[in-house]
T-cell receptor
Framework: ETGVTQTPRHLVMGMTNKKSLKCEQH?????MYWYKQSAKKPLELMFV???????ENNSVPSRFSPECPNSSHLFLHLHTLQPEDSALYLC?????????????FGPGTRLTVL | LAKTTQPISMDSYEGQEVNITCSHN???????ITWYQQFPSQGPRFIIQ???TKVTNEVASLFIPADRKSSTLSLPRVSLSDTAVYYC?????????????FGTGTRLKVLA
């Protein structure tokens, strides 16, 4: 248990569906991250939030829409996804973003797009 | 950002010491070196971090030579539960954000 929870753990959706992934951290951290891990590929950083403000968007397609209402919660809204978006989506948090702080990862959401 | 090279896979036996070396030839002056462990279908977990020389904690040691162009993660007396992927992560601050760039990692398999 890392103090970072993600729901749902598994999600199957069609290309026309709209769904959301939720991440919550109980560590008192100020920074939160979304990563994507496709099969046989390295983790890819998608978004970074610090004190609820987005500080990084790693050229992610607009069909992925993040939301950070407060420092403890992070959402990833999904719409009109493609089958190649099927992957493990990982959330992480850290104290801040300006130093080499340890990032604590959640267990991930396994997303399958049909 | 520094690019890393580490073995794709390694096999070891229970009770042995395992050393995984990572090269990061163009590491920047302000980069730290961090190692993470990942089990299948789980998020990566922090193991150890260092800047130079040697760092030791309860699970591993990290050796970094003076030129910092490589680092070696040492796992003493591995067990079957150490079977995982291990990532070497030099990180650096760009545009005010400290970032880790994950490579493909080293897949360690511990055999009985």
């Amino acid at each position: 248990e890392t103090g970072v929870t993600q729901t749902p753990r598994h999600l199957v959706m069609g290309m026309t569906n709209k769904k959301s992934l939720k991440c919550e951290q109980h560590l008192g951290h100020n920074a939160m991250y979304w990563y994507k891990q496709s099969a046989k590929k390295p983790l890819e950083l998608m978004f970074v939030y610090n004190f609820k403000e987005q500080t990084e968007n790693n050229s992610v397609p607009s069909r992925f829409s993040p939301e950070c209402p407060n420092s403890s919660h992070l959402f990833l809204h999904l719409h009109t996804l493609q089958p190649e978006d099927s992957a493990l989506y990982l959330c992480a948090s850290s104290r801040g973003t300006g130093e080499p702080d340890t990032q604590y990862f959640g267990p991930g959401t396994r997303l399958t797009v049909l | 950002l520094a690019k890393t090279t580490q073995p794709i896979s390694m096999d070891s036996y229970e009770g042995q010491e395992v050393n995984i070396t990572c090269s990061h030839n163009n590491i920047a002056t302000n980069d730290y070196i961090t190692w993470y462990q990942q089990f299948p279908s789980q998020g990566p977990r922090f193991i150890i971090q260092g800047y130079k020389t040697k760092v030791t904690n309860e699970v591993a040691s990290l050796f970094i030579p003076a030129d910092r162009k490589s680092s070696t993660l040492s796992l003493p007396r591995v067990s079957l539960s150490d079977t995982a992927v291990y990532y070497c992560l030099p990180g650096s601050t760009t545009s005010g954000t400290y970032k880790y760039i994950f490579g493909t990692g080293t897949r360690l398999k511990v055999l009985a």
